[in-house]
């Protein structure tokens, strides 16, 4: 048996699908995260919330309870409209056989009186199907389905004592049983939605067949009567599978529904916090990059002047503390606009206002300019540079402000962690994909590898590193991981506890301008070949 959805499955549904609407807001309540309002549609509101709740009673109830009684009544009712035909064919095919054993006027009165009993239950059930669910009484339909069935099953006593004269006594006794039995198989599918009815309504067909047999006295009218009885029985056991079937189907679909409505209440949540959460963050970004010039220029202000008094170009101060403070001040002021450059570069990123320029360079003229710009801070801090660029690097087409920051970064991030007479080691060249790379090793402190998510994230720094390091936003490396990825290139960041840290900024083959030079070895391919550098 196919059971078609319940009534409240159908309304449910348009109701689910206005959760995930766009223009949504949370109440400002504590459960602000939990209820979703468009406060333009109260009606709508008020129809999801009830519907969310119904949902939730109907996959708690139990099958004695309104809604899954008022289900399987309606089931009930959808079958004898899908079976309305059945029985009446029965009673004609029946009347018919009647009529051609001689037996016209008893087998016309039967198969009218059969027709006729069959039209209240028709009539119960058109009438149960026109009103709406939450309209139907239960208590009365049920109980004018049971008088319907039994109503519907007094022809079939009346069945048991017509004479067919089908092959005499024993032939009558074998057609009558047959037809029973069939006409129980067909009821027992129909009245299966409703316990008990089965029994109500054919035990005092059985019980008319069993006396007829007693009365004929043969072998073989007693057997059928003792297999009528059976019957009865199984069909009832089958009546009541069928009915904890529907039952469990019912639950089912009530726990389905109640389900989905759960999920698209969570999807319109995570919908709408997901639009808020990108709205805030394009908020942020848009006022720090709008805020560039704001920012700048009294912190450019503090520098000249700061400087101007440290240098004493207006004439010496009497006062050495006034001198040194001076010195504070400019290079206080100097780490801000460093870190309120590096937060604008990734508010930049964030909202897609970051412009690549590209041109034609050279990463081995970008290392030599960017190794030269730092050489004074390596000096002061007694740290070796070895460059090791592969000689023959054609072009590559990139953003060189870009390129440039990407190098001064790790190059920073490298001084600052290099302890005093340590060293760092710059290289360039080929990667095995036919691109190019950049790598930056120092002999630091190393980040654990569960800390090495934390420092590619904005303002992460690993916990040995906050510790030895100089000061610094944990900007640097998210910045650079932003930029390789707008250049078609990875970053990768290698490191191990107290053996140091290797950046490694690979780009693609597409942008280097000339095809590379075929290598002696080619290493099996992977997923991490591009970021691999095919010599060292």
């Known amino acids: 048996m196919e059971l078609q959805h319940p009534l409240w499955v159908g309304r449910v549904r348009p109701w689910l699908k206005s959760v995930t609407l766009i223009n949504m807001s949370f109440t400002e309540v504590g459960t602000a995260d939990k209820i979703i309002v468009d406060r333009r549609k109260r009606s709508r509101n008020a129809t999801l919330a009830r519907t969310l709740r119904e949902q939730r009673d109907k996959m708690r109830e139990r099958s004695g309870d309104v809604h899954f009684a008022r289900t399987l009544v ?14 009446p064919a029965i009673a004609l095919a029946i009347a018919a056989l009647g009529l051609y054993r001689g037996t016209p006027s008893i087998a016309l009165a039967w198969a009218l009186g059969s027709l006729i009993c069959f039209i209240p239950r028709q009539i119960v059930a058109w009438q149960v199907l026109r009103l709406p669910e ?46 029973m039995l069939l006409v129980m198989a067909a009821s027992a599918f129909i009245m299966s939605s409703i316990r008990g009815v089965l029994l109500l309504s054919f035990a005092p067909a059985v019980g008319a067949f069993c006396f007829e047999a007693v009365r004929n006295g043969d072998p073989t009218s007693a057997m059928l009567a003792l297999m009528m009885m059976v019957g009865l029985v199984f069909f009832i056991f089958m009546a009541r599978q069928l009915h904890a079937s529907q039952l469990l189907e019912i639950s089912y679909r009530a726990e389905k529904d109640s389900l989905i409505a759960e999920l698209e209440t969570a999807k319109g949540i995570s919908d709408e916090a997901r639009r808020r ?11 720090l990059a709008s805020m560039s010039h704001e920012l700048r220029t009294p912190l450019n202000a503090i520098l000249g002047f700061s400087e101007v008094m440290a240098e ?26 460093d870190l309120i450059n590096e937060i ?19 990463l081995a003229f970008l290392i030599e300019e960017c190794c030269h710009m730092v050489e004074l801070r390596m000096r002061n801090k007694d740290v070796q540079l070895d460059m090791r660029i592969e000689p023959g690097l054609p072009l590559l087409t990139a953003d060189e402000r870009s390129v440039r920051q990407v190098l001064l970064n790790l190059l920073s991030n490298a001084i600052k962690f290099t302890p005093a007479g340590g060293s760092i080691t710059v290289k360039a060249g080929w990667t095995t994909k036919g691109g190019q790379y950049i790598s ?38 998210p910045i650079v991981q932003a930029i390789m990825h707008m250049h078609d290139g990875q970053f990768t960041l290698r490191s191990e506890l107290r053996q140091g840290t290797t950046a490694i900024a690979s780009f693609p083959k597409k942008r280097v301008m000339v095809d590379p030079p075929p290598l ?17």
Do not use: C
């Open 277 to 287: 959460a990108e709205e805030a963050n394009l908020a942020k970004s848009r006022f």
């Open 344 to 362: 604008l570069d990734l508010s930049r990123i964030e909202a897609g206002r970051y412009q690549i320029n590209e041109t034609a360079l050279s």
């Open 312 to 337: 004493e170009v207006l004439g010496p101060m009497k006062n050495d503390t006034y001198r040194e403070y001076a010195s504070d001040i400019h290079a206080s002021g100097k780490h801000l606009l």
């Open 74 to 87: 309606l089931i009930n009712a959808r079958t004898i409209r899908s079976t309305a035909l059945l029985f």
């Open 134 to 179: 939450s309209k139907v009484d239960l208590n009365a339909y049920r109980t004018w389905f049971r008088i319907t069935h039994i109503i519907a099953s007094l022809p079939w006593v009346a069945f048991i004592f017509v004479p067919w004269h089908i092959t005499g006594v024993a032939g009558d006794m074998v057609f009558r049983a047959g037809s």
């Open 440 to 477: 930056v090793a120092d002999d630091g402190p190393g980040i654990a590898e569960e800390e090495i998510p934390v420092v590619l994230s904005a303002f992460g720094q690993g916990s040995i590193a906050i510790k030895s390091a100089e000061q610094g936003a944990g900007l640097g490396l």
């Open 520 to 536: 002696a070895s080619q290493p099996a391919s992977s997923s991490t070949e591009q970021v691999e550098p095919a010599a060292q």
